[in-house]
């Protein structure tokens, strides 16, 4: 079992930085790829960023806006997110999944509460 905890969410103006964080615990849980999901309000469920080991992938439109990292040392998954748009409010997720390809597809075994992430025109 893995599990997952997330900060940093918040409200911010268009044009601005947040960093989420995600602590993770649990057995074997550096087996797993991590990612970042995110759902606005009526809309579909999206994978933003995805890393696992060397790999790392990011949505295309958030690509050079938002960087996926992990520190573990400190068991803990990032987001930073810079120049921040209005259609980037949602609520961000922090997931786990043992397939690449399924966390990608927005799909994964565990998953945090969520955070709510809020940009302002």
């Known amino acids: 079992e893995v599990q997952l905890v997330e900060s940093g969410g918040g409200s911010v103006e268009a044009g601005g930085s947040l960093r989420l964080s995600c602590t993770v615990s649990?057995?074997?849980?550096?087996?797993?790829?991590l990612g970042w999901i995110r759902q606005a309000p009526g809309k579909e469920r999206e994978t933003v960023a995805v890393?696992?080991?060397?790999?790392?992938s990011h949505r295309k439109s958030v690509s050079g806006r938002f960087t996926i990292s992990k520190d573990n040392a400190k068991n803990t998954l990032y987001l930073e997110m810079n120049s921040l748009k209005f259609e980037d409010t949602a609520m961000y997720y922090c997931?786990?999944?043992?397939?690449?390809?399924?966390?990608?597809?927005?799909?994964?075994?565990?998953w945090g509460q969520g955070t709510q992430v809020t940009v302002s025109a």
């Open positions: 649990g057995d074997s849980y550096s087996d797993y790829c």
């Open positions: 890393i696992h080991e060397l790999m790392r």
């Open positions: 997931a786990a999944d043992s397939n690449w390809y399924t966390l990608r597809a927005g799909n994964a075994r565990y």
